[in-house]
């Protein structure tokens, strides 16, 4: 590289040039970034951004313990596995053992959106059945498959014939409000519908598919009940459950190392992406042994790059990190006090119309008025943009774009959970 780094306005043509004329970048102007360094993102200007955007770098960015498994296991080898290998072994009974010894058999990919897929693949083949149920405005991963479960992605058209939304638990802007007597009970009642109209289709479901955090439908608190409700009823209908974990597993909720635990469910599916290497690329579907070898009965499956040397590496020192640092549980009290200096800055600030956490994840959602919940979408853009200047990341979220989501990684000290309080209460009284 140069020593002076190129403008960012150079870089952006460049880029509109290479990688389509619609970018899809953070940001206006977006951001160069050039070093991670733990909770720090620094620019290449010189600049800190303390990343409360993080969704994948969950134990910080560069963290050494994994650079240095990496590097290690890349000099002596990384081959696939057709050939025998122990750290793929490793990664695989330390994962199964995470879920209770419940879900022990591992198919290995590389993404998220590949470790749906197979799961969904998994689910027809185990029930025979063709439809596939998720919430209203989720996001699960870029195959053709799984896009049809992930409305939040879908700009033009519409779901396929044997998809259903059901309705996301959203006690604040829901039809159905906290308060509300037996609130999990009335939410999954929704499945009901869902599952009556895909029968009028001749369908059953294969398989729901749940992100333990609600993350693009604003990030919702658990609701107690809701999860289990729903799970019975598409059991009941003869499908089975995927718990997408990719970003609320790992600790991200707190107090236990899986998103659905505070649901207190047991899926049939959990598949893991994003933060498994804190980076590198390492996906996988975790399910029952029956499960997978019914599928691998059916097709050759395997693929390249999953569960290859390194990456079991990868995702073996992530795991020792989380485990040795107490993180899991470091987590849920970091969460507990960031969630207390979020709802002091909503007593504040009259546009913060509501405040949830799941645990390390956090919506704040932004309202011209508190009791018509009217959304502040260009308001919440605005506020990003001047967090930005402030030194904070962050992202939006939410069917109408108001929700401020907050993803601070597991490392996240009290120290920096005030840093992160006092920019964004100056950003809101800027705004
Ligand atoms: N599931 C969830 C809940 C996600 O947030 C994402 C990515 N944003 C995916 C699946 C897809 O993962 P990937 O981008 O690694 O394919």
Not at 45 to 67: A, E, F
Not at 82 to 87: D, P, T
Not at 88 to 114: I, K, M, P, Q
Not at 276 to 297: K, Q, S, W, Y
């Amino acid at each position: 590289g140069s020593a002076t780094p190129a403008p960012v306005a150079e870089l952006l043509e460049r880029r509109k040039r290479v990688m389509g004329s619609r970018p899809y970048v953070f940001y206006d102007p977006p951001l160069h970034m050039v070093k991670g360094e733990g909770v720090w993102l620094i620019d290449a200007t010189g600049r800190r951004y303390l990343d409360c955007y993080n969704n994948v770098p969950i134990v910080g960015h560069c963290h050494p313990r994994v650079i240095g498994a990496i590097d290690r296991q890349m000099r002596v080898l990384n081959t696939n596995t057709r050939y025998l290998g122990e750290q793929v072994l490793d990664y695989a009974e330390r994962l199964g053992a995470l879920t209770g010894g419940e879900l022990t058999a591992c198919a290995f990919v590389n993404s998220g959106s590949e470790a749906n897929d197979i799961a969904w693949r998994m689910a027809r083949a185990w029930t025979g059945n063709r439809g596939f149920l998720c919430q209203d405005f989720a996001y699960h991963g870029i195959t053709e498959a799984i896009e049809a479960v992930s409305p939040s992605a879908i700009r033009r058209g519409q779901s396929p014939d044997h998809v259903r939304t059901v309705l996301a638990p959203d006690g604040y802007r829901g039809p159905y409000r906290h308060g509300t007597p037996d609130l999990g009970a009335r939410y999954a009642a929704d499945a009901d519908r869902a599952i009556a109209s895909l029968a009028e289709a001749g369908l059953k479901p294969a398989t729901v598919i749940v992100d333990s955090a609600f993350m693009t439908n604003g990030i919702l608190a658990p609701v107690p009940g809701y999860v289990g409700a729903l799970f019975d009823k598409v059991r009941a209908a003869g499908g089975l459950c995927i718990a997408d974990e990719v970003q609320a597993g790992f600790g991200r909720m707190g107090e236990h190392f899986w998103g659905y635990q505070h649901h207190g469910v047991t899926p049939d599916f959990v598949t893991i992406g994003k933060p498994a290497g804190n980076g590198h690329p390492l996906g996988v579907v975790l399910t029952r042994p029956e499960i997978l070898d019914h599928f691998c009965e059916q097709t050759a499956f395997f693929s390249t790059f999953g569960g290859n040397n390194v990456s079991a590496a990868a995702g073996l020192a992530v795991l020792d990190v989380i485990a040795d640092g107490d993180h899991v549980r470091r987590a849920g009290e970091t969460a507990r006090s960031l969630f207390a200096g979020l709802q002091a800055l909503k007593a504040r600030h009259p546009i913060i119309g509501d405040v949830r956490s799941a645990g390390l994840a956090f919506g704040v959602e932004l309202v011209r008025d508190r009791a018509d919940l009217t959304p502040a979408p260009e308001e919440t853009e605005r506020l990003i943009n001047l967090m930005r200047e402030e030194g904070l990341l962050v992202g939006s979220e939410g069917v109408h774009g108001n929700i401020v989501k907050m993803r601070p990684p597991l490392i996240f000290e009290a120290e920096h959970a005030d840093l992160a309080l006092e920019m964004m209460d100056r950003a809101l009284a800027r705004l």
